[in-house]
T-cell receptor, first 116, second 117 residues
Framework: AQSVTQLDSHVSVSEGTPVLLRCNYS??????LFWYVQHPNKGLQLLLK??????LVKGINGFEAEFKKSETSFHLTKPSAHMSDAAEYFC??????????????FGTGTLLAVQP | DAEITQSPRHKITETGRQVTLACHQT?????MFWYRQDLGHGLRLIHY???????NKGEVSDGYSVSRSNTEDLPLTLESAASSQTSVYFC????????????????FGEGSRLTVL
């Protein structure tokens, strides 16, 4: 079965410093992987997704993630944090059984705090 | 612009009452999903639908039901609300995967916060 593990429940960085949010996945085949962001009292929004094309995926707001099959990782990074990046981030894997339907499996989330 | 809306955004109810949370999307997506979000659990799938008249149970479906009579709406009903169902509920929709199996992006509503006393 597919699963994702977000290694940190909370991450705190200073504004202008790099962001690293860690995610490991488990899948019996080549997965589709996503990062979603949730700002306070809002729904989730797609940041980026990997679907077996380029292993380095660029998303919105300067975020990117690298798919590393050998490490079963899909860590999210950003070179320089901004106050507006403070939110909860979810790593997600598709169950990818193919056909007409795929379901998403969510990690437990990482809450990113950005200090001025 | 297309959107997905949930109502009510906040509701307080009593144990044993029936509650229905509405979800309406104008994306014309076939796939619709209900999740609940609880601290330490991320999002967990309650029910989902891949089209009109199709409904399926997710990992935490006990005590919940859905119906899909048209493309736009997937209401979630709690038949007899319990305190364990106090949570934030999110509705989402997506297109089916593309020809290559590429999973479509999920579009989320802003959530419905339910408190069961």
């Amino acid at each position: 079965a597919q699963s994702v593990t977000q290694l940190d429940s909370h991450v705190s960085v200073s504004e202008g410093t790099p962001v690293l949010l860690r995610c490991n996945y488990s899948s019996s085949y080549s997965p589709s992987l996503f990062w979603y962001v949730q700002h306070p009292n809002k729904g989730l929004q797609l940041l980026l997704k990997y679907t077996s094309a380029a292993t380095l995926v660029k998303g919105i707001n300067g975020f990117e993630a690298e798919f590393k099959k050998s490490e079963t990782s899909f860590h999210l990074t950003k070179p320089s944090a901004h106050m507006s990046d403070a939110a909860e981030y979810f790593c997600v894997v598709s169950d990818g059984y193919g056909g007409a339907t795929n379901k998403l499996i969510f990690g437990t989330g990482t809450l990113l705090a950005v200090q001025p | 612009d297309a959107e997905i809306t949930q109502s009510p955004r906040h509701k307080i109810t009593e144990t044993g009452r029936q509650v229905t949370l509405a979800c309406h999307q104008t994306w014309n997506h076939n796939n619709m999903f209900w999740y609940r979000q609880d601290l330490g659990h991320g999002l967990r799938l309650i029910h989902y639908s891949y089209g009109v008249q199709d409904t399926n149970k997710g990992e935490v479906s006990d005590g919940y039901s859905v119906s899909r009579s048209n493309t736009e709406d997937l209401p979630l009903t709690l038949e007899s609300a319990a305190s364990s169902q106090t949570s934030v509920y999110f509705c989402a929709s997506s297109d089916p995967p593309g020809e290559t199996g590429d999973t479509g992006e999920l579009f989320f509503g802003e959530g419905s916060r339910l408190t069961v006393l």
